[in-house]
């Protein structure tokens, strides 16, 4: 394992928890409530406009025996039971059952499901999630203050690692997320104005490294990255000006660089062919002004600048 990664706890493992389909529930507190309701009315306690609507005889109140109020108080501690333990189950989220602290099971199953209201159950949503995260500072290999949008895809693959290994794993995703941001923009300049060196406008190499790092980071908490990727890698504000006015002379430098190799070229291959073919007999001295002269019309006419260009 490599160093500065955190370590999975082994004890943490998901399994399934124990639920009951959800009309188990609804037909064992239907039942305490009918057992309520017979026992009341054997004892007289029912309302004498409740009997007649439900077909029973009337029975006088005869006052309430020690067994009646054991029934009575079993059968509405078992209807709450059932009742409050009901709980729908949807695709793509899961409930974490914990026990006084200790974990008891995870439930993704869908639909009407009975859980023991003992239970305390935590929410998770385990669908695949994006998040876009604001601009976030970072420096270059050359110091150069950067913001950067990043955009992030994951899920949550271990529920109880993801609920009980980590206080609040999105928060850490986000942490990791710039940590990893600054590893990977502290390797690299944001350009290079002379020469082709790699720089961080190869977004597919930087969200490589920064994918790799993150899913380790994540993995020991549950939490599963399928990718980073820078979506926007800008200078700060304070210093945009400047480095774009950086990049426009290089542009102009290489513009130059271009066009006076071209003027060389072409006034090389002029002067050749006029000697090879005898058209002219040059000394020295006239030879430096005929090329003096060439390079002078060649440049004029083919050396445009940058800014006439853009303005054009």
Aim: charged share 25%.
């Amino acid at each position: 394992m490599r160093r500065g990664w955190a370590p999975a706890d082994g004890e943490l493992v998901e399994r399934e928890g124990a639920v009951l389909p959800g009309w188990a529930g609804l037909v064992a507190g239907a039942l305490a409530l009918a057992g309520c309701g017979v026992a009341a009315w054997w004892s007289g306690a029912l309302p004498e406009d409740v009997g007649p609507l439900l077909g029973l005889p009337f029975r006088p109140y005869r006052g309430l025996t020690p067994g009646t109020v054991v029934l009575l108080a079993a059968g509405v501690l078992l209807a709450l039971l059932a009742f409050g333990g009901l709980v729908r189950g949807r695709v793509g989220n899961a409930f974490v059952l914990t026990l006084f602290g200790d974990y008891r099971g995870t439930v993704r199953r869908a639909g009407l499901l009975w859980v023991s209201p003992l239970l305390l159950r935590r929410h998770l949503d385990v669908r695949l999630r994006h998040w876009r995260s604001e601009p976030l500072p970072a420096v270059d290999a050359n110091g150069t203050a950067l913001r950067v949008v990043v955009l992030v895809v994951w899920r949550i693959q271990d529920t109880v690692r993801a609920a009980l290994a980590v206080a609040d794993h999105e928060r850490y995703l986000r942490e990791q997320v710039e940590a990893a941001l600054a590893r990977v923009l502290s390797r690299l300049p944001a350009d290079v104005f002379h020469g082709g060196s790699p720089t961080l406008r190869d977004a597919d190499g930087v969200g490589e490294a920064m994918t790799r790092m993150v899913a380790a980071e994540c993995d020991p908490i549950g939490v599963e990255v399928f990718s980073v990727q820078p979506t926007r890698i800008e200078y700060a504000p304070e210093i945009a000006a400047a480095m774009w006015r950086r990049r426009i002379a290089a542009i102009d430098a290489q513009h130059r660089d271009a066009v006076l190799g071209s003027v060389v070229d072409a006034v090389d291959d002029m002067v050749h062919r006029l000697t090879e073919r005898g058209l002219v007999e040059l000394d020295d001295y006239e030879r430096k002004d005929l090329v003096k002269d060439l390079a002078v019309a060649f440049y004029t006419g083919h050396a445009l600048p940058v800014g006439a260009e853009r303005g054009a």
